[in-house]
T-cell receptor
């Protein structure tokens, strides 16, 4: 079967750096995506990694290691508005090429 | 607004009611999706439409019935639901079903079955 594991909750302070890990077990793999969802809001696309390495977009970076079936989202210079849930998702050709999502990590940023 | 609009935002319905959820996008996307989001569970894919054709039905009970009259609109018809069907129902769209780019989600319909 397919599964994506990520921590359920992470707490950090404003200005800090936080890393949200995601390990996946899927029959196939095309890429790892990250989405952000504020309470009551729509999930919004943050990043996509198809190849190993680090992709940086402003304060957010995403990393992938295909050999370890592992990735992470790195958030720097945390702001209060970063408090949200973060989901990793894998595009799996063994699952009709659909996105399979992790359970989400709830990030709480404190002053 | 993300470009994907869902109505209504909130819905309370009895187990014998019939209701419909609506999703609309004018992003020029050709694939549309219904996801179910329950507390403390991963997003569950329900249905996929690609160029108006249903390509996936993820073992969803027949009390949920999708309809895609054109590539801009997607409906989810509900009838004789159960309390465990209470959840946030999210619609999403993407350029095509096989895109490597992100999905655009709507803000969802919060459904409560009483």
């Amino acid at each position: 079967g397919q599964s994506l594991e990520q921590p359920s909750e992470v707490t950090a302070v404003e200005g800090a750096i936080v890393q949200i890990n995601c390990t996946y077990q899927t029959s196939g793999f095309y890429g790892l995506s990250w989405y952000q969802q504020h309470d009551g809001g729509a999930p919004t696309f943050l990043s996509y990694n198809a190849l190993d390495g680090l992709e940086e977009t402003g304060r957010f970076s995403s990393f992938l290691s295909r050999s370890d079936s592992y990735g992470y989202l790195l958030l720097q210079e945390l702001q209060m508005k970063d408090s949200a849930s973060y989901f990793c998702a894998v595009r799996d050709p063994g699952a009709g090429n659909m996105l399979t999502f992790g359970g989400g990590t709830r990030l709480m940023v404190k002053p | 607004e993300t470009g994907v609009t869902q109505t209504p935002r909130h819905l309370v319905m009895g187990m014998t009611n019939k209701k419909s959820l609506k999703c609309e996008q004018h992003l020029g996307h050709n694939a549309m999706y219904w996801y179910k989001q329950s507390a403390k569970k991963p997003l569950e894919l329900m249905f996929v439409y690609n160029f108006k054709e249903q390509t996936e039905n993820n073992s969803v009970p027949s009390r949920f019935s999708p309809e895609c009259p054109n590539s801009s609109h997607l409906f989810l018809h509900l009838h004789t639901l159960q309390p465990e069907d209470s959840a946030l129902y999210l619609c999403a769209s993407s350029q095509t079903r096989d895109t490597n780019y992100g999905y655009t989600f709507g803000s969802g319909t919060r459904l409560t079955v009483v």
